[in-house]
């Protein structure tokens, strides 16, 4: 006979509907495998599919927790199999076919900025190719897919929950450029504790359920690694390329040879390197300083065969730009980082096989 907190807790997801299917997260089958303990502890396992929503997770952990006499909450969110369910340990036979890319060609030319490690600069580059190509009158997007670490809105100085019309999310816009992140989404100090499924699930709904409109380029600045959200973006839209970034030191070189190694070998060309941290650029007399071992990058772009779009250097006013929300193309344009970065823009403009946008000459 099942305890009291058991009834209480499965009456508690009675409550949890699905709208896809009208139904309530017991009946519709999502939840597997549920335990009770007699210490207030419940587990179970989530059955969420690509066309759920992920708000479902947050309702139903929501749900059981405010359930009295529960204690902790472990959900292990999967997405069925073809029979309805996904088996504990799947055998060796069991194979998964990759989904195709489905066509959106609203977003126009997709690029995702990678790394194989973490503290390269990657999301300032994102940040400051989308304002670079924005100040060119380009329709850009950024979508910050690193979910563990957003910093998207830092860079670009939003704070401000999206709203929501016509039952999609409307990205926020700085610099004329639309962004969403999961940190817009969730509050600053909210650790993401979550599985590849709902990691998958939350890069899918940014692609389809942000209300991008008609966009020339969309940039997707994705976590450091080769792991869950590189892989559902190469499966979930059509990338015109990768652009990697590294510093020169040899640890972060071997780090984005991986990754690098990873999109070719799902069919995403890598159009090229950038080189962060280059060099040190002196704000007094401009003079140029190696801090770092240098030419990581170039022998990079070598051994892959591909260019090296950039070698952007420090610079003393980055960090404090960033703090203020303003990427350094829009802050400082005539900087040795501002030029180098608007450069490089262009750069991957060109070797992204479209049309090369026309930036200024900057002196100074």
């Known amino acids: 006979m099942p305890s009291p907190l058991e009834v209480a807790v499965a009456e508690a997801l009675t409550n949890v509907r699905n709208p ?15 335990v009770v303990t007699a210490g207030g502890g419940v587990s179970f396992r989530f059955l969420l599919t690509r066309d759920d929503s992920a708000q479902l997770v947050r309702e139903t952990r929501k749900a059981v927790r405010d359930v009295e006499g529960v204690t902790d909450v472990r959900i292990e969110v999967e997405e069925p199999n073809a029979a309805g369910d996904v088996p504990r340990r799947p055998g060796p036979a069991a194979t998964a076919r990759p989904p195709q890319p489905a066509p959106l060609p609203d977003l126009g030319t997709v690029l995702a900025i990678s790394s194989g490690k973490g503290g390269v600069g990657k999301s300032t580059v994102a940040a400051n190719l989308a304002a670079a190509l924005a100040r060119e009158g380009k329709r850009v997007a950024v979508m910050d897919a690193d979910i563990y670490g957003p910093n998207i809105p830092r860079l670009f100085g939003v704070s401000e929950k999206p709203g929501v019309r016509g039952g999609k999310i409307v990205p926020l816009e700085r610099y004329g450029v639309k962004l ?31 209300d991008w409109g008609e966009i020339d380029y969309f940039i997707v600045d994705l976590p450091p690694g080769t792991g869950d959200a590189q892989l559902s973006l190469a499966q979930s839209v059509q990338l015109q390329g990768a652009v990697i970034v590294t510093t020169p030191q040899e640890l972060a070189v071997g780090d984005a040879l991986r990754g690098a190694k990873m999109f070719q070998r799902v069919g995403v060309p890598v159009i090229g390197i950038v080189e962060n941290m280059s060099y040190f650029a002196c704000p007094h007399c401009g003079e140029r300083s190696e801090i770092f071992v240098s030419g990581g990058g170039q022998r990079l772009a070598a051994e892959l065969g591909i260019p090296l779009l950039g070698q952007i250097p420090l610079q003393a006013e980055m960090a404090a730009m960033a703090d203020e929300g303003k990427p350094v193309v829009v802050g400082k344009p005539d900087s040795p980082a501002g030029r ?11 070797h992204a096989g479209t049309k090369s946008i026309s930036l200024p000459v900057i002196t100074g």
């Open 20 to 34: 896809r299917v009208d139904r309530d997260v017991i009946s519709a089958g999502m939840v597997k495998d549920l």
């Open 180 to 210: 969403i992140s999961l940190g817009l989404l969730v509050d600053r100090d909210a650790p993401a504790i979550w599985r590849g499924p709902i990691v998958t699930k939350i890069i899918v709904q940014f692609l389809r359920d942000v």
């Open 340 to 350: 180098a970065l608007t450069e490089m823009a262009e750069a991957v403009v060109r």
